[in-house]
């Protein structure tokens, strides 16, 4: 049954990604600018590690939507040269270099593959809910193995995942139990298949384990709710706040209005080493002071 505050009016379900609740973990401040400040702060550059892995996916995902016969590791890296982004790299000679880089990751990972083995989703999005939180997300590919579900998720990125990576993810874990409440069937495995090592790393949830994701999921989701709700109160009392026409039809990319200290208690910035990395750094002094600037190619495998 649904929580009940204290006036008895029921409280809304806190719709929300994931990512939306890691955001809140890594960095209560990213995650307002990234999701409540409007106009939203100017992002700093693309990263050339995320153009790798959007990359990637799109080859991978339009793959399996080609017709069997064409599931060939030829046809997978030329999906892959089509469908290149070259954004956040040092020039087009590194651009070209990884773009080949990445063709022959995709082309040695679907020579594994059974291209016969259809997924049950590919690129799926699934959702759940509780009395608390409304959760959704889009995995990567869910395969049925029996009579069970599997799910996928396709990482890229320099350094092999561990199998603690698994079990600890928190996105994973919700794709597990969304699949399973979407498709009517058991999902406790969940898998990160590492294409620059060829590697697999996977864990078996129990429905125990699940629950206390889905909890922790839960204790994030009131958290940020009840910042939200403060953020929104300033916010809808200020000129042009959330909700009024002058806030529909503002630009992005634009300095957001001053945060009064009240308010932007509830957003502290966590720093670290990870500020180096934030797409918002240049609208957090204590992040730049945490940690130096990168180049937008930095994250890139030697």
């Known amino acids: 049954m649904d ?12 719709a929300c990604t994931p990512s939306r609740l890691n955001s809140w973990l890594d960095c ?93 989703g590919v690129e799926r999005t699934v ?26 998720d396709y990482k890229t990125g320099r350094r092999p995942p ?5 079990r600890s993810s928190l996105a994973l874990a919700v794709y597990a139990i969304a699949s399973s409440a979407m498709m009517h069937r058991p999902c406790h495995r969940v898998e990160l298949h590492h294409l620059p090592t060829a590697s697999v790393v996977e864990w078996e949830h129990t429905d125990e384990s699940l629950a206390r994701h889905l909890g922790r999921a839960e204790e994030i989701a009131v958290e940020a709710a009840e910042a939200d709700e403060r953020y929104r109160a ?34 502290p910035p966590r720093t670290g080493p990870l500020c180096s990395w934030c797409d918002f750094r240049r609208h957090c002094p204590e992040g730049q002071a945490a940690s130096g600037d990168r180049e937008p190619w930095d994250a890139l495998a030697d």
Do not use: C
């Open 162 to 166: 561990t199998t603690d990576d698994a």
């Open 234 to 267: 300033w916010s809808a009392t200020r000129p042009g706040g959330t909700g009024s026409a002058a806030s529909r039809t503002r630009g992005t990319g634009r300095t957001p209005p001053p945060v009064p200290p009240e308010v932007d208690a509830s957003f």
């Open 28 to 120: 209560p401040r990213r995650y307002r600018f990234a999701y409540l400040d409007r106009p939203a702060p100017q992002k700093g550059p693309p990263w050339a590690h995320n153009s790798v892995g959007v990359s990637v996916h799109n080859a991978l995902a339009a793959w399996w939507r080609e017709p069997y016969e064409r599931r060939t590791p030829e046809v997978a890296a030329a999906l892959l040269t089509r469908g290149w982004i070259g954004e956040g790299f040092r020039d087009a000679e590194q651009s070209a270099a990884w773009r080949d880089r990445a063709r022959e990751m995709v082309r040695g990972y679907v020579a594994g593959l059974d291209p016969a083995a259809e997924p049950v």
């Open 127 to 152: 959702a759940t809910r509780t009395s608390v939180v409304a959760l959704s997300g889009r995995v990567d590919r869910l395969d049925r193995r029996g009579e069970e579900l599997v799910v996928v």
């Open 3 to 14: 929580q009940l505050p204290l006036d008895g009016m029921p409280r809304r379900l806190y």
